[in-house]
């Protein structure tokens, strides 16, 4: 009878750990499912981060390379050609580093919402929402609208080195930039309105 006992306990103990090894089993094998499925996620969300990084890469190369494309149309213009292009004052001043007088240009007190584009290729250049009132008598921004336009080191006049704005695409030359202009650049581009075309914003009926 004590045998027989004796046999029935060593079963059922051989049956429990057989059991607790078994669920151990399970869940060391779970956790590893777990670690080798997260693995791969983590690797599909580094590929599509790339993916997208590339995509912002490519997108700007893209843009920077339509301006490249665009240069290279505007470079083959003759001046014989600007000319008929253009009004004289227009050719003065954008083919010749031409300066209106003060307070005399189309622009130099318009306050209407819009772009102000290049009267040579039409690029945008300035928004009217930095135009700003720098009592010159000449049109006044202090932030252009991305790279659009471009500056450069003028030594026309002696003893008074400026630097000059001309577009970017087309290098029209369109004025000036100082540093005593408003937050948040700190710049003034003082400008000439026959280097320049405002297109309105169209005011919404009611």
Known sequence: ?????????????????????????????????????????????????????????????????????????????????????LTPEQYYITRQ??????????????????????ICCDTPLFDSSTKFDSGTGWPSYYKPIENNVKSKLDLSIIFMPRQEVICAVCNAHLGHVFDDGPRPTGKRYCLNSAALKLEALERTRD
Do not use: H
């Open 1 to 85: 009878m004590a045998s027989s006992t004796c046999f029935t306990i060593q079963s059922r103990f051989f049956v429990s750990e057989r059991t607790r090894l078994d669920s151990f089993s399970k869940q060391s094998l779970s956790g590893f499912a777990c670690r080798s499925l997260t693995k791969p996620r983590n690797l599909n969300l580094s590929v599509l981060l790339l993916r997208c990084s590339m995509g912002s890469f490519n997108s700007s190369e893209k843009s920077d390379n339509v301006q490249e494309a665009a240069k290279s149309d505007f470079a083959s213009i003759s001046e014989g050609e600007w000319k008929k292009r």
């Open 97 to 118: 580093k031409g300066t209106e007088r003060a307070f005399t240009g189309e622009y130099w007190n318009t306050k209407t919402p819009g772009v102000y584009k290049c």
